[in-house]
């Protein structure tokens, strides 16, 4: 008999059954009766689902402390499919969430990014204080764009996908103060001369590319401060936004892709 088997005939034993973790949760469905699944980010473990059974009752203890956006200390015990929820205890509610529209949606947006821009069981503390952070932020009532600006390009480039801002991806030639262009399929800046390079890639003006520079370089408390006209807001967001639909679909394809080199050798694997 082999280790693996011996190890999997016996059931596991209870402290490895349960553990504990904070987590905000992403997003939540009900389930069956009264249960609920959320998908939660957790520092340790990164992204996954877990169900919180009765939590939808009135008297449910732990259903206050589930809410969208809430940062949470959960007790979880390993289940077959789903980890189940045994505790819950608020660390930050960010009831600042609740009374400002903008601001919930702005959190709204935070967290779909990260659930779409990471794979099950990723592990990325980073990411956690990242989204925990702007959550708090955003909570608090600093002005969204720039809370969800800033989350944007950091979670970018914590996740290997830094837009270059400084040069030319094509040429390499520092960037003039002109109207250069950013392409999505570049992954950053063009200057004038390699603008054909990519046809898809749309002009920037002056300001908003220091608006993003400045976001890179000097971050959120500098740029908060700065006064941003509408137009210029709207430039910077679509630009990020197209950016961001760029790296999703393309990781899309790209687990597409593995998927299907996967599947003839499960098929005519014989383990
Ligand atoms: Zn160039």
């Given at each position: ?79 077959r499919e789903l980890d ?27 967290c779909e990014l990260l ?157």
């Amino acid at each position: 008999m082999t280790d693996q088997a011996t190890t999997s005939s016996k059931p596991m034993p209870l402290h490895e059954r349960l553990y504990r973790t904070e987590a905000i949760v992403l997003s939540r469905m009900d389930f069956g009766e009264a249960d609920r699944i959320l998908t939660i980010y957790t520092p340790r473990h990164g992204k996954f689902r877990v169900i919180a059974k009765g939590s939808r009752r009135p008297l449910s203890k732990m259903g206050p402390h589930l809410e969208y956006f809430a940062r949470t200390r959960l007790d979880l015990a390993r289940g077959r499919e789903l980890d189940v929820v045994t505790a819950a205890e608020t660390v930050d509610g960010h009831v600042g969430l609740g009374a400002d529209l903008d601001a919930f949606g702005h959190a709204s947006h935070c967290c779909e990014l990260l659930d779409r821009l990471t794979q099950d069981r990723q592990e990325h503390e980073a990411a956690f204080d990242l989204l925990a952070s702007s959550l708090r932020l955003l909570s608090d009532g600093v002005d969204p764009f720039h809370v969800a600006r800033h989350y944007e390009l950091a979670l970018l480039t914590l996740l290997g996908y830094r837009p270059e801002l400084y040069r030319c991806v094509s040429c390499e030639a520092d960037l003039a103060a002109e109207a250069n262009a950013f392409s999505s399929r570049l992954g950053g800046m063009l200057c004038p001369r390699c603008r054909g390079a990519d046809a898809g890639s749309r002009p920037l003006t002056i300001n908003a590319q220091k608006y993003l520079r400045s976001l890179d370089r000097r971050g959120l408390a500098f740029v908060a401060r700065l006064p941003i006209a509408d137009d210029l807001r709207a430039e910077v967001e679509a630009t990020l936004a197209a950016y961001l639909r760029h790296v999703t679909e393309r990781d899309l394809a790209s687990l597409r892709v593995l998927r299907e080199m996967n599947q003839p050798y499960d098929a005519g694997s014989s383990v």
